[in-house]
């Protein structure tokens, strides 16, 4: 049994102590010594007393953690747990896993040439509307893909789902973790990462807790 694990930076475990390689952006330190063994998958995993494979990517979209988990070959008792991204963030996919990434943070903190694209993006492509309306499509194409063919799929949002949005959505199938990462980052309850910027040693280990415990009460019956 594996718990595979999706999502971005907050997944990844960014900044965490065993992969952190300082302040220079074009660093390539993270990616070749993550993901964290300090990252709530790992965390997870060992509760769960099974493998863990952390495919967490910085910076990911939704669209493009959509794409990497319909890439990735399951397991039949493969225990899929996605933490979903920002809806600000948006990404190209020219062929397999070359994938040009695009959102809010680039404008402000990256000085490449993506710069163009992610300005080009928000003034005349990006809508808060349509972004969660394709999140919620993915989601649930993700679902209808992967869940006979896995022992379990918890979905988990970096953020607050908006009640009055999602509520117009018929069509969602989807039941949503309670415990969202970017809530305990921001309430400060614990340290940050040592970027002072991402969530922190005990931020995993609660939002690690909080999934395994959802996790064991909705579904007793694989977890006898």
């Not at 999140?135 to 970096?158: E, G, M, P, T, W």
């Amino acid at each position: 049994m594996r718990l595979v694990a999706f999502g971005c930076s907050h997944t990844f475990g960014q900044a965490l102590p065993d992969v952190w390689g300082g302040y220079d952006e074009d660093s390539k330190f993270e990616f070749e010594h993550g993901p964290s063994k300090y990252a709530w998958p790992q965390i997870l995993a060992n509760k769960l007393d099974i493998e863990c494979i952390n495919n967490g990517i910085l910076g990911a979209s939704n669209k493009e953690i959509w794409y990497r988990i319909l890439d990735f070959k399951v397991h039949k008792d493969d225990i899929i747990v996605i933490l979903w991204s920002f809806f600000d963030r948006g990404c190209i996919i020219k062929g397999k896993h070359i994938i040009t990434q695009f959102g809010s943070w680039n404008i402000v903190t990256r000085k490449n040439s993506t710069n163009v694209v992610d300005k080009a993006f928000f003034k005349y492509i990006h809508n808060h509307y349509d972004m969660i309306l394709d999140f919620y499509l993915r989601a649930n194409h993700v679902q209808n893909v992967l869940q006979d063919k896995v022992k379990l799929i918890k979905h988990c949002s970096s953020i607050k789902l908006y009640a009055n949005i999602s509520d117009h959505i018929n069509w969602n199938k989807i039941k949503f973790s309670n415990m969202h990462m970017k809530d305990i980052t921001e309430l400060d309850k614990h340290p940050r990462a040592l970027d002072n910027s991402h969530p922190g040693l005990e931020t995993h280990k609660e939002f690690a807790t909080a999934i395994y415990n959802e996790i064991k009460d909705e579904n007793p019956e694989k977890f006898n």
